[in-house]
């Protein structure tokens, strides 16, 4: 398996998921199958059957997020520099068609969050970005249509 690459930040927010995830989450949710239990025939019990269903949910993701953590390339940000625009860089655009700026950073698969300002290396805008400069245009094309960008600014925090 190849390996994950994500900010200090990401990773930081992964692992305190995975430890309320096993910490909290895990017993409360033995907690609620126990009281349900108590109620009971099961065969009709929705309580207990809703607890099972969190329950499994809550496992798949426990052993997503340790599959990630183990992976995890760790790229400390503080290292990166440059004129062009990488993993960790965060690029403000502007919409030639709109008049639109937008600014965000290039962030590994797992912490990505477009409503937050991080966006996939593996996005199509990323992927167009990766490379590019200062007052380079780019084209992406998206289900909606393409759209073409500016590159205004590049910087690394």
Do not use: C, W
């Amino acid at each position: 398996m190849e390996k994950i690459p994500m900010t200090a930040a990401g990773h930081v927010a992964l692992a305190a998921e995975y430890k309320r995830r096993t910490s909290e989450d895990r017993p409360q949710i033995i907690q609620a199958i126990a009281e349900a239990r108590a109620h009971g025939d099961l065969s009709e019990n929705a309580e207990y059957h809703a607890a099972k269903e969190q329950q499994s949910l809550n496992e798949g993701r426990i052993q997503e997020l340790e599959s990630i953590l183990a992976l995890a390339d760790v790229i400390d940000l503080s290292k990166l520099s440059g004129n062009t625009v990488k993993f960790g860089a965060t690029v403000t655009l502007l919409n030639e068609d709109t008049e639109q700026e937008k600014t965000y950073q290039i962030v590994g698969d797992p912490e990505a969050d477009a409503s937050a300002g991080r966006i996939s290396i593996s996005s199509p805008i990323a992927r167009a970005l990766i490379g590019k400069e200062v007052g380079d245009s780019i084209e992406v094309a998206a289900p909606g249509g393409a759209h073409s960008y500016e590159i205004l600014k590049i910087k690394f925090v």
